[in-house]
């Protein structure tokens, strides 16, 4: 049996960047509020915080202020994937000496791969690294399906441990459960669909929505590790608006939003990535509101 990262709640972290760079002081401050709201990982540097538009050394940087300021009381999972294998390679050997605890690895993007090739990508990135990793599905924005037989040949890698599936196809989780069984554990990686998905298996979620409300997703969470799925429900229900409200337009662009109106000094987008059209805004500050995030 493979050891599993963690089981509950993971925040896949926004990166707060200001106009010198990455800004570490909110980056801490927002650690510290994660971790006295009970979160169970921190996923730095993934599409929440905004890797493709970091400097290498603004993410290895900000794998570092995690892991500092973690001080290791949850694990640290570093987002170091790439659709260039080499280039994700040193980037797990440096995220790895900077201390992470794990790796997430997204599917490579806009020069895809064949299965064949997502096999043997993913091989090689584990043979660069002794630490456990998770694989990251999500098509909608990769155009590369990790399919789940490829996900059963992977599930034979020591090191690569998980998967955070965000097809928001539940039958496609089932389905890498029933073929893996205890040799992947499986996260949700979409926070309209954490019950459904814990429900037939998954051991947690990597959550955007746990920016925002991370007491409450955590608890989402150890209610259905519980069996407890009436109390986990009614968390779901609770916060559908809301996390329809963070995915009104591409992520990270609400959840930074919300970050900035709550006070965490998220600061600013960097280009492509642009500020929420005002209807938008206005859409997102009043579900806040009527959560009490806000006044």
Not at 209 to 227: A, F, I, R, W, Y
């Amino acid at each position: 049996m493979k050891k599993t990262i963690f089981k509950g709640s993971a925040t896949a972290l926004v990166t707060p960047i200001n106009e010198k760079g990455v800004n570490f002081d909110a980056l801490e401050k927002m650690i510290e509020f994660q971790i006295a709201q009970n979160t169970d990982a921190l996923v730095i540097c993934g599409t929440t915080g905004e890797a493709p538009t970091l400097e290498d050394s603004e993410h290895l940087d900000a794998i570092e202020c995690a892991v500092s300021a973690s001080k290791g009381r949850i694990p640290v999972i570093a987002g170091t994937g790439s659709n260039n294998t080499a280039h994700a390679i040193m980037m797990n050997k440096e995220a790895q000496k900077r201390g992470a605890d794990a790796l997430l690895w997204v599917a490579p993007y806009y020069n895809k791969s064949t299965q064949r090739g997502l096999v043997k990508h993913y091989q090689s990135l584990a043979a660069s690294t002794d630490l456990p990793a998770i694989l990251y599905n999500v098509p909608s924005r990769t155009g590369s399906d990790i399919k789940a037989e490829t996900v059963e040949e992977l599930s034979k890698v020591e090191n690569i441990v998980a998967i955070k599936e965000a097809s928001g196809d539940v039958a496609r989780s089932v389905d890498i459960i029933a073929r893996c069984g205890e040799n992947i554990d499986v996260y949700s990686g979409n926070d309209d669909i954490i019950v459904p998905m814990m429900s037939v298996g998954a051991k947690g979620v990597i959550s955007v929505l746990s920016n925002v409300v991370p007491k409450d997703t955590h608890e989402m969470c150890m209610h259905c590790l519980n069996g407890d799925y009436e109390k986990a429900t009614k968390l779901q229900l609770k916060y559908f608006t809301l996390v329809k409200a963070l995915f009104c337009e591409v992520n990270p662009i609400p959840v930074k939003t919300a970050m900035n109106l709550m006070g965490f000094d998220a600061g600013i987008l960097r280009l492509p990535l642009y500020e929420m059209e005002e209807k938008n805004f206005n859409l997102l500050k009043e579900i806040m509101k009527s959560h009490g995030l806000i006044k």
